[in-house]
T-cell receptor
Framework: GAGVSQTPSNKVTEKGKYVELRCDPI?????LYWYRQSLGQGPEFLIY????????DSGLPNDRFFAVRPEGSVSTLKIQRTERGDSAVYLC???????????FGSGTRLTVV | GESVGLHLPTLSVQEGDNSIINCAYS??????FIWYKQESGKGPQFIID?????DKRQGQRVTVLLNKTVKHLSLQIAATQPGDSAVYFC??????????FGPGTRLSVLP
């Protein structure tokens, strides 16, 4: 597609449940990034992929968070045993190559109740 | 959509005036900077970028200034319009890979 697509746009889940958030980057973009944005704050880096491999996952807050990009295109961010503190907007971005400016998707708003 | 940045610093300007949004960045080794605009319910949108070998770059109605001595970045918007109302973030690239975002400034354009 023309832009970065994220699904779902909104997700409400119960505490303790497992969720998957999907990102479709711009075709041909090799770098893909996940960020988390809490209310009133700037986006915070979670993980970035160059191709299929996670080049830097230093921003993942704990081992409940995991992301994959098996074919170097679509990526899925997975959160296990969700907690209320995980509630935020999860943003995905892609760029042609590492270090280039990003194009962001509209995000998935995750609410854990 | 969700309002981004309920407790952010706010800059209010009259329509038609010029706006200046400031940002202090953290890492003197950062060599690439981007300003993003974020409207409610949307992801950040690229506005303009600048590399560390420059101190000024101009786009359409926007200018970015970089002062590496004091680690300061500014975004100037000429003839501010109602459509410019949004939250603005500066982002610095520290390691050639991912960008680190500042806390953001809400720009409110008054009619």
């Amino acid at each position: 597609g023309a832009g970065v697509s994220q699904t779902p746009s909104n997700k409400v889940t119960e505490k303790g449940k497992y969720v998957e958030l999907r990102c479709d980057p711009i075709s041909g973009h090799t770098a893909l990034y996940w960020y988390r944005q809490s209310l009133g704050q700037g986006p915070e880096f979670l993980i970035y992929f160059q191709g299929t491999g996670a080049a830097d996952d230093s921003g993942l807050p704990n081992d409940r968070f995991f992301a994959v990009r098996p074919e170097g295109s679509v990526s899925t961010l997975k959160i296990q045993r969700t907690e209320r503190g995980d509630s935020a907007v999860y943003l995905c971005a892609s760029s042609l190559d590492t270090g280039d400016g990003y194009t962001f998707g509209s995000g998935t708003r995750l609410t854990v109740v | 959509g969700e309002s981004v940045g309920l407790h952010l610093p706010t800059l209010s300007v009259q329509e038609g005036d010029n706006s200046i949004i400031n940002c202090a960045y953290s890492n003197s080794a950062s060599d690439y900077f981007i300003w993003y605009k974020q409207e409610s319910g949307k992801g950040p949108q690229f506005i303009i970028d600048i590399r560390s070998n420059m101190d000024k770059r101009q786009g359409q109605r926007v200018t970015v200034l970089l002062n590496k001595t004091v680690k300061h970045l500014s975004l100037q918007i000429a003839a501010t319009q109602p459509g410019d109302s949004a939250v603005y973030f500066c982002a610095e690239n520290q390691n050639g890979q991912n960008f680190v975002f500042g806390p953001g400034t809400r720009l409110s354009v008054l009619p």
